[in-house]
C-alpha cells in the first residue's frame, strides 16, 4: 500500500530536510502515467528533497555559473505535475499568456492515443513561482488551448492575463520556447515548479520512437542519469543552460526496467529494435510548436509548418 503525500512531508520535518515542498491540491488520474506525483513514493520523495537541498547548497558554494544562470522564474505548480508560462519568438506582450505542461497533466484525464484537445474552456489555477522558488501569484486558465498524448505529450492553457499584466504585477517574464531543434551533449535543466527543484544534466540523445503503454511519441529528448526526475516533475519546462530557452517539456521515465509499459517506456529505432533503459527520463521537443500559434497567441492547426497531430 502507497503512503500518503502527508506522511512524507512529516518524516521531512523529522529528517530536518529544509523547507518542505507545498502540499498540492488532490490529484487526478494523470497520477498514474509519466512524471505526474506519486503521493505514495514516500522513500523517493524524501530522499530527492534532501538531495535537492544539498544540491542546491553545492551549487551556491561551486559558483556554478551554468547552473546558476537557470531559476525559477515563470515556472508554475499545478496541482499534479509542472509547467511554465511560455512565449514563442514571435509573441507580443499583450498576447493572451500560455501556460506549457504535458497532455497527461490535464484535469479532464489523459487524452487517449489519437485523441487532441482543442479550445476546451477550463477554469485551472497556476501557483506562479520567482527565481528563488517562491509562490508570488495564482494564474487561471480560460481555456485548454491544445493538449494531447499522440506524437508527443504537451498540453497548452491559455490564461486570463496578458504577458504585460503579469509582468506589470509579478515582475515576471516568460519563458520563451526555442524554435531549433535541440543539440545531443547540451547542457539543461528541468525545473520543477511542484517541487521546487532544478535538475541538472545534459541531452544524452534522441529517441526515434518512445512507446509507452498505449502511447508512441517521437524523437523524444533522452538525459544523462544526472536528471533523475520524479513524480509531480511532468510538464516541466527542460532549459537550454546557455541561452536560458525552453527545449523540450519533461514527461517521462523507465522507472523499473519493464518494457514498453505504463511508467517504463522503451525506445524503438528505425529497424523496429527496442531498448529499455531503466532509470533513465524522457522529454518532448517543442521546437516546431511555434509555427501552430500565430497572431494573438491563437492556435492554428492548419498553419504552414504546423505538424501537431489535428483533432
Known amino acids: 500500500m502507497r503512503k500518503p503525500l502527508g506522511a512524507a512531508l512529516l518524516a521531512l520535518a523529522i529528517a530536518g530536510a529544509g523547507a518542505a515542498p507545498a502540499v498540492a491540491a488532490p490529484v487526478d488520474s494523470a497520477a498514474s502515467f509519466g512524471k505526474s506525483v506519486d503521493t505514495g513514493s514516500v522513500t523517493s ?24 544562470a537557470v531559476s525559477f522564474a515563470g515556472t508554475v505548480s499545478l496541482s499534479n505535475c509542472s509547467g511554465s ?17 504535458n497532455g497527461h497533466c490535464l484535469e479532464t484525464g489523459m487524452p487517449g492515443p489519437g485523441e487532441v484537445v482543442v479550445d476546451r474552456a477550463s477554469s485551472r489555477t497556476f501557483g506562479l513561482l520567482n527565481a528563488s522558488g517562491s509562490r508570488v501569484g495564482t494564474l487561471r486558465a480560460s ?34 520556447v ?23 544534466c545534459n541531452i544524452d540523445g534522441f529517441a526515434y520512437q518512445l512507446k509507452e503503454g498505449d ?23 527542460v532549459i537550454d543552460q546557455a541561452t536560458n530557452q525552453v527545449v523540450a517539456v519533461n514527461n517521462t521515465g523507465n522507472e523499473s526496467g519493464e518494457r514498453c509499459t505504463v511508467n517504463n517506456p522503451c525506445e524503438v529505432d528505425e529497424s523496429g529494435n527496442v531498448t529499455v ?35
Open 45 to 68: 520523495v524524501v530522499n530527492d528533497t534532501v538531495a535537492s537541498t544539498a544540491d542546491t547548497l553545492g551549487q551556491v558554494l561551486n559558483r556554478n555559473p551554468k547552473v546558476q
Open 85 to 101: 508560462v511560455v512565449r514563442f519568438p514571435d509573441s507580443e506582450a499583450n498576447d493572451p499568456a500560455l501556460v506549457m505542461t
Open 143 to 176: 481555456k485548454i488551448a491544445y493538449g494531447t498524448m499522440t506524437d508527443t505529450d504537451v498540453a497548452f492553457y491559455q490564461l486570463t492575463t496578458t504577458y504585460a499584466q503579469i509582468k506589470s504585477s509579478y515582475s515576471i517574464n516568460p519563458l520563451t
Open 178 to 200: 526555442a524554435d531549433t531543434h535541440p543539440v545531443k551533449g547540451t547542457a539543461i535543466t528541468v525545473a520543477s515548479g511542484y517541487w521546487k527543484r532544478l535538475y541538472n
Open 215 to 237: 502511447w508512441t511519441f517521437k524523437d523524444s529528448v533522452r538525459y544523462t542519469s544526472a536528471c533523475n526526475t520524479i513524480g509531480g516533475t511532468s510538464g516541466s519546462p
Open 277 to 311: 533503459r531503466q532509470g533513465i527520463n524522457y522529454a518532448q521537443q517543442i521546437y516546431q510548436i511555434h509555427a501552430c500559434f500565430g497572431v494573438d497567441n491563437k492556435l492554428d492547426l492548419s498553419a504552414s509548418g504546423c505538424v501537431l497531430p489535428k483533432p
